[in-house]
């Protein structure tokens, strides 16, 4: 380019003339609305794809990770529900050699932890809808056998809170978390869940079970609520709850369950809460 003072070139002016018009397209562009550039719309809809891939991407792979995790949750659960039956099985198998009853039993009491804490962990990562309340409890019961008692009363309570829970599993999550309080020293919340599972029958019509049943349940409450009871050394509480029990025995007519619901009561006669002379209701014949 000449010098600023003299006088400018063809060429130089055709060149100051193409930078201003490259100049004036781009400030054109520039007051163009968004939607109106090329280039920004095929950006924007490739950010756009790009998000809607990621997010089914995510969603799929978070599928797979809760059926996998379920499967595996089933696996430990089943295997966990075998032990105390092969416990049984070992205390019968060795009744005579004390010392090889005492190795296996061991060894099956060290498996149920392991697999209780390992199904725990699974579990824990699964969202709330995706487990059902016998798998909560289940993996309660496990723990509790393991005497971690504090995991297994959040367990419980999983277990009560699982939306639409039935009334079998509520009723035997309530139970053992009131046993749990009473184990853990806090009684009164152990009695306000055997009071709870004492009324899981109440928004029920006449008509949704048998009062068999309904009996038949409130026995094996009162029963256990009396066993809490005794755990802490309250007499007068044991014998309270045996005797509501014995109430709702009365109001059972003879049938091929009786003997079963009413056998429970009657070994209990041995224990050493219950108050000398109480009456107990005995096995009715047809």
């Known amino acids: 380019m000449s010098d600023l ?3 400018a070139t063809a060429s130089e002016v055709a060149l100051l003339r ?3 018009s490259l100049l004036q397209i781009a400030s054109a562009e520039k007051k163009k609305p968004f939607w109106q550039t090329p280039t920004n719309i095929v950006s924007a809809l490739a950010f756009v794809f790009s998000l809607g891939t990621t997010a089914v991407s995510y969603v799929r792979t978070s599928r797979a990770e809760v059926h996998a995790a379920r499967v595996e949750l089933r696996g430990l659960l089943s295997r966990l529900a075998m032990l105390p039956r092969e416990f049984a099985e070992n205390a019968k198998k060795y009744e005579t ?3 090889t009853r005492d190795l296996v039993g061991g060894q099956i009491n060290q498996e149920n932890s392991l697999l209780a804490r390992q199904a725990a962990e699974i579990a824990a990562r699964l969202p709330l809808d995706q487990m ?4 909560a409890y289940s993996i309660g019961w496990a723990l509790m056998g393991s005497l971690d008692n504090a995991g297994a009363r959040v367990w419980a309570g999983r277990a009560i809170d699982t939306p639409g829970v039935g009334v079998n599993d509520l009723t035997a999550a ?3 978390r009131a046993n749990l309080g009473f184990i853990m020293g ?4 152990g009695r306000v869940d055997y009071q709870r599972a004492l009324k899981v029958f109440s928004d029920k019509t006449a008509n949704d079970y048998t009062d068999f049943t309904i009996r038949s349940f409130h026995i094996t409450t009162e029963i256990g609520w009396a066993l809490s009871e005794c755990g802490i ?3 007068g509480g044991y014998a309270q709850h045996l005797a509501e029990a014995e109430k709702l025995l009365a109001g059972i007519p003879f049938s091929p369950g009786y003997n079963q619901v009413a056998g429970p009561l009657m070994a209990l006669r041995a224990q050493p809460c219950m108050p000398q002379g109480a009456p107990l209701a005995p096995a009715r014949k047809p």
């Not at 059902?132 to 798998?135: G, I, K, R, V």
């Not at 806090?186 to 919340?189: D, F, I, L, V």
């Open 5 to 7: 003072t003299g006088p």
């Open 18 to 20: 193409e930078q201003v």
């Open 97 to 99: 050699d004390a010392s």
């Open 132 to 135: 059902t309340a016998t798998e």
């Open 174 to 176: 309530l139970r053992m």
């Open 186 to 189: 806090q009684p009164e919340a």
């Open 233 to 235: 050394g309250n007499v």
